[in-house]
């Protein structure tokens, strides 16, 4: 279920990270963007942050794509490019991209009864596929504490 760690595709892709997923967290796209900005984010957080470093945090190109999304319906305004902020930004932070892959996408299935946007669904898809702990701020996942969530969520 881990990337082959620290494998570099000749053809100049973003290669796979070097930490292993599984000793890592995953932040959502809103935190990213606070951190690009930097604005304060969340205790619990920059405490995770702190113990695990920012090697072994990474970011989903599924964050960057609802980032996209919300700029073009006018519901987000960006500090640079989708593309600048995924290369630049990212890398500046010291967060690695985490890609999609095919095999986390079996666990859509176990997240059938939870009312989740489909961003939202990958994101976790992504966290239980690496054994990662998902970093938020959004509501949708405070709000659905009184349900058991397949993976460790920090708010």
Known sequence: ATPDAGATPADGATP???????SGLLLDGDLFLRAAHHRP????????????????????????????LRERAGLERLPHPVAEMLQGERHLLGFQTL????????HLGSLHDL????????????????????????????NSSRRALPVNVVF
């Open 16 to 22: 796979t990270p070097a930490h292993s997923p599984s």
């Open 115 to 142: 009312d989740f946007a489909p961003c939202d669904q990958l994101l976790l898809c992504q966290a239980l596929h690496h054994g990662l702990q998902l970093l938020t701020d959004r509501p949708i996942f405070r």
């Open 41 to 68: 984010l969340p205790p619990q957080v920059e405490q995770q942050l702190a113990t695990h470093g920012s090697g072994g945090c990474y970011v989903s190109v599924v964050s960057f794509w609802q980032l996209l």
């Open 99 to 106: 890609p999609l892959q095919e095999d986390c996408l079996v």
